[in-house]
């Protein structure tokens, strides 16, 4: 904000060039740290599984739609705001579980689903609900997806499972991996930062209160539906958590490499960490409360 300049080039070279990989490098960590049981556990789970996917990608990217519309922003943010809502949950989504005392197991297995089916679902939900802001050309956007989120991911379960083999991994190497995921994100920051500094300055409180306000829904509608379809405490703070965060990473990506649209990627950097902050407090809060064993009542 202060020194753009710093953010935006060094030399010849362009920051923004850096996202596409640094994201890459994040959807890689997060690979590592899932397996692929954790894809055949939907058969243990499915109704959870198919109810966290299916608010995932239709009352997130309509609640981003809707408060595009309602804070009239200007049309490239405004494609930023349902972009962030039409992404999958991230990995942090998996901690955020294990301190709110949720099922661990259900949270990865919701992030693992949602990120595989995100090249097809995320494409076709921005072109119905943000064409009439930005162009989509949904053949590129699947392709940058599968390049950028999916081919990464895939990487990483197998490293994942070499490394288990050769009985060579260890806490060292999740350290690692979250340091860099975390550098990563903060460079992501501040180049999209820089590069929309002004246009920050006119919506940035605007922006900020969108994102508390998706962000806060997001959860109470995840717990909603998860309670309406009678699933157990657990699972509901599961599902709750895992539907009101989204990748920011992911959506940042999409923004500069396929909107072409640093502006674009101003939602997702404001909303990434404020994500990340309402859910810590949200999940510490949970932390200190057992859950309710009483089971919710069956849907009719």
């Not at 362009?14 to 692929?36: A, E, H, N, R």
């Not at 909603?224 to 599961?238: C, I, P, S, V, Y």
Request: hydrophobic share 55%.
């Amino acid at each position: 904000m202060f020194f753009p300049s710093v953010f935006q080039s060094w030399g010849t070279f362009q920051t923004k060039d850096l996202i596409f990989p640094l994201i890459q490098v994040i959807m890689f960590g997060m690979g590592t740290m899932l397996s692929f049981g954790d894809f055949s556990r939907v058969l243990a789970m499915p109704k959870a599984v198919l109810l966290g996917i299916v608010l995932q990608f239709t009352i997130m990217p309509l609640l981003g739609a809707g408060l595009a519309m309602t804070f009239g922003f200007p049309a490239e943010v405004a494609a930023g705001v349902v972009l962030i809502g039409s992404c999958p949950g991230g990995v942090a989504s998996n901690v955020m579980t294990f301190l709110a005392r949720g099922n661990v197991a259900l949270s990865v297995t919701m992030t693992a689903c949602s990120t595989i089916v995100s090249p097809f679902v995320t494409p076709v939900v921005m072109k119905m609900l943000a064409g009439q802001y930005v162009q989509i050309d949904l053949v590129d956007m699947m392709r940058t997806i599968l390049w950028m989120v999916v081919v990464p991911v895939v990487g990483g379960l197998i490293a994942n499972r070499i490394l288990q083999q050769f009985k060579v991994r260890g806490p060292w190497l999740d350290r690692t991996l979250s340091l860099l995921a975390m550098s990563a994100i903060c460079l992501i920051i501040a180049i999209i930062t820089s590069l929309s500094r002004d246009e920050l300055l006119n919506v940035g409180l605007a922006l900020v209160a969108a994102a508390v306000i998706h962000n806060g829904l997001g959860y109470v509608l995840g717990y909603g539906g998860a309670w309406l379809l009678g699933l157990e405490e657990t699972d509901r703070r599961t599902v709750a958590i895992e539907v009101g965060l989204q990748n920011g990473g992911m959506a940042s990506g999409l923004a500069v490499n396929v909107l072409k649209s640093t502006d674009a990627a101003l939602a997702p950097a404001i909303f990434g960490p404020w994500m990340n902050m309402s859910g810590s407090m949200l999940a510490s809060w949970w932390r200190t409360r057992a859950p309710n064993t009483e089971p919710s009542p069956e849907p009719q």
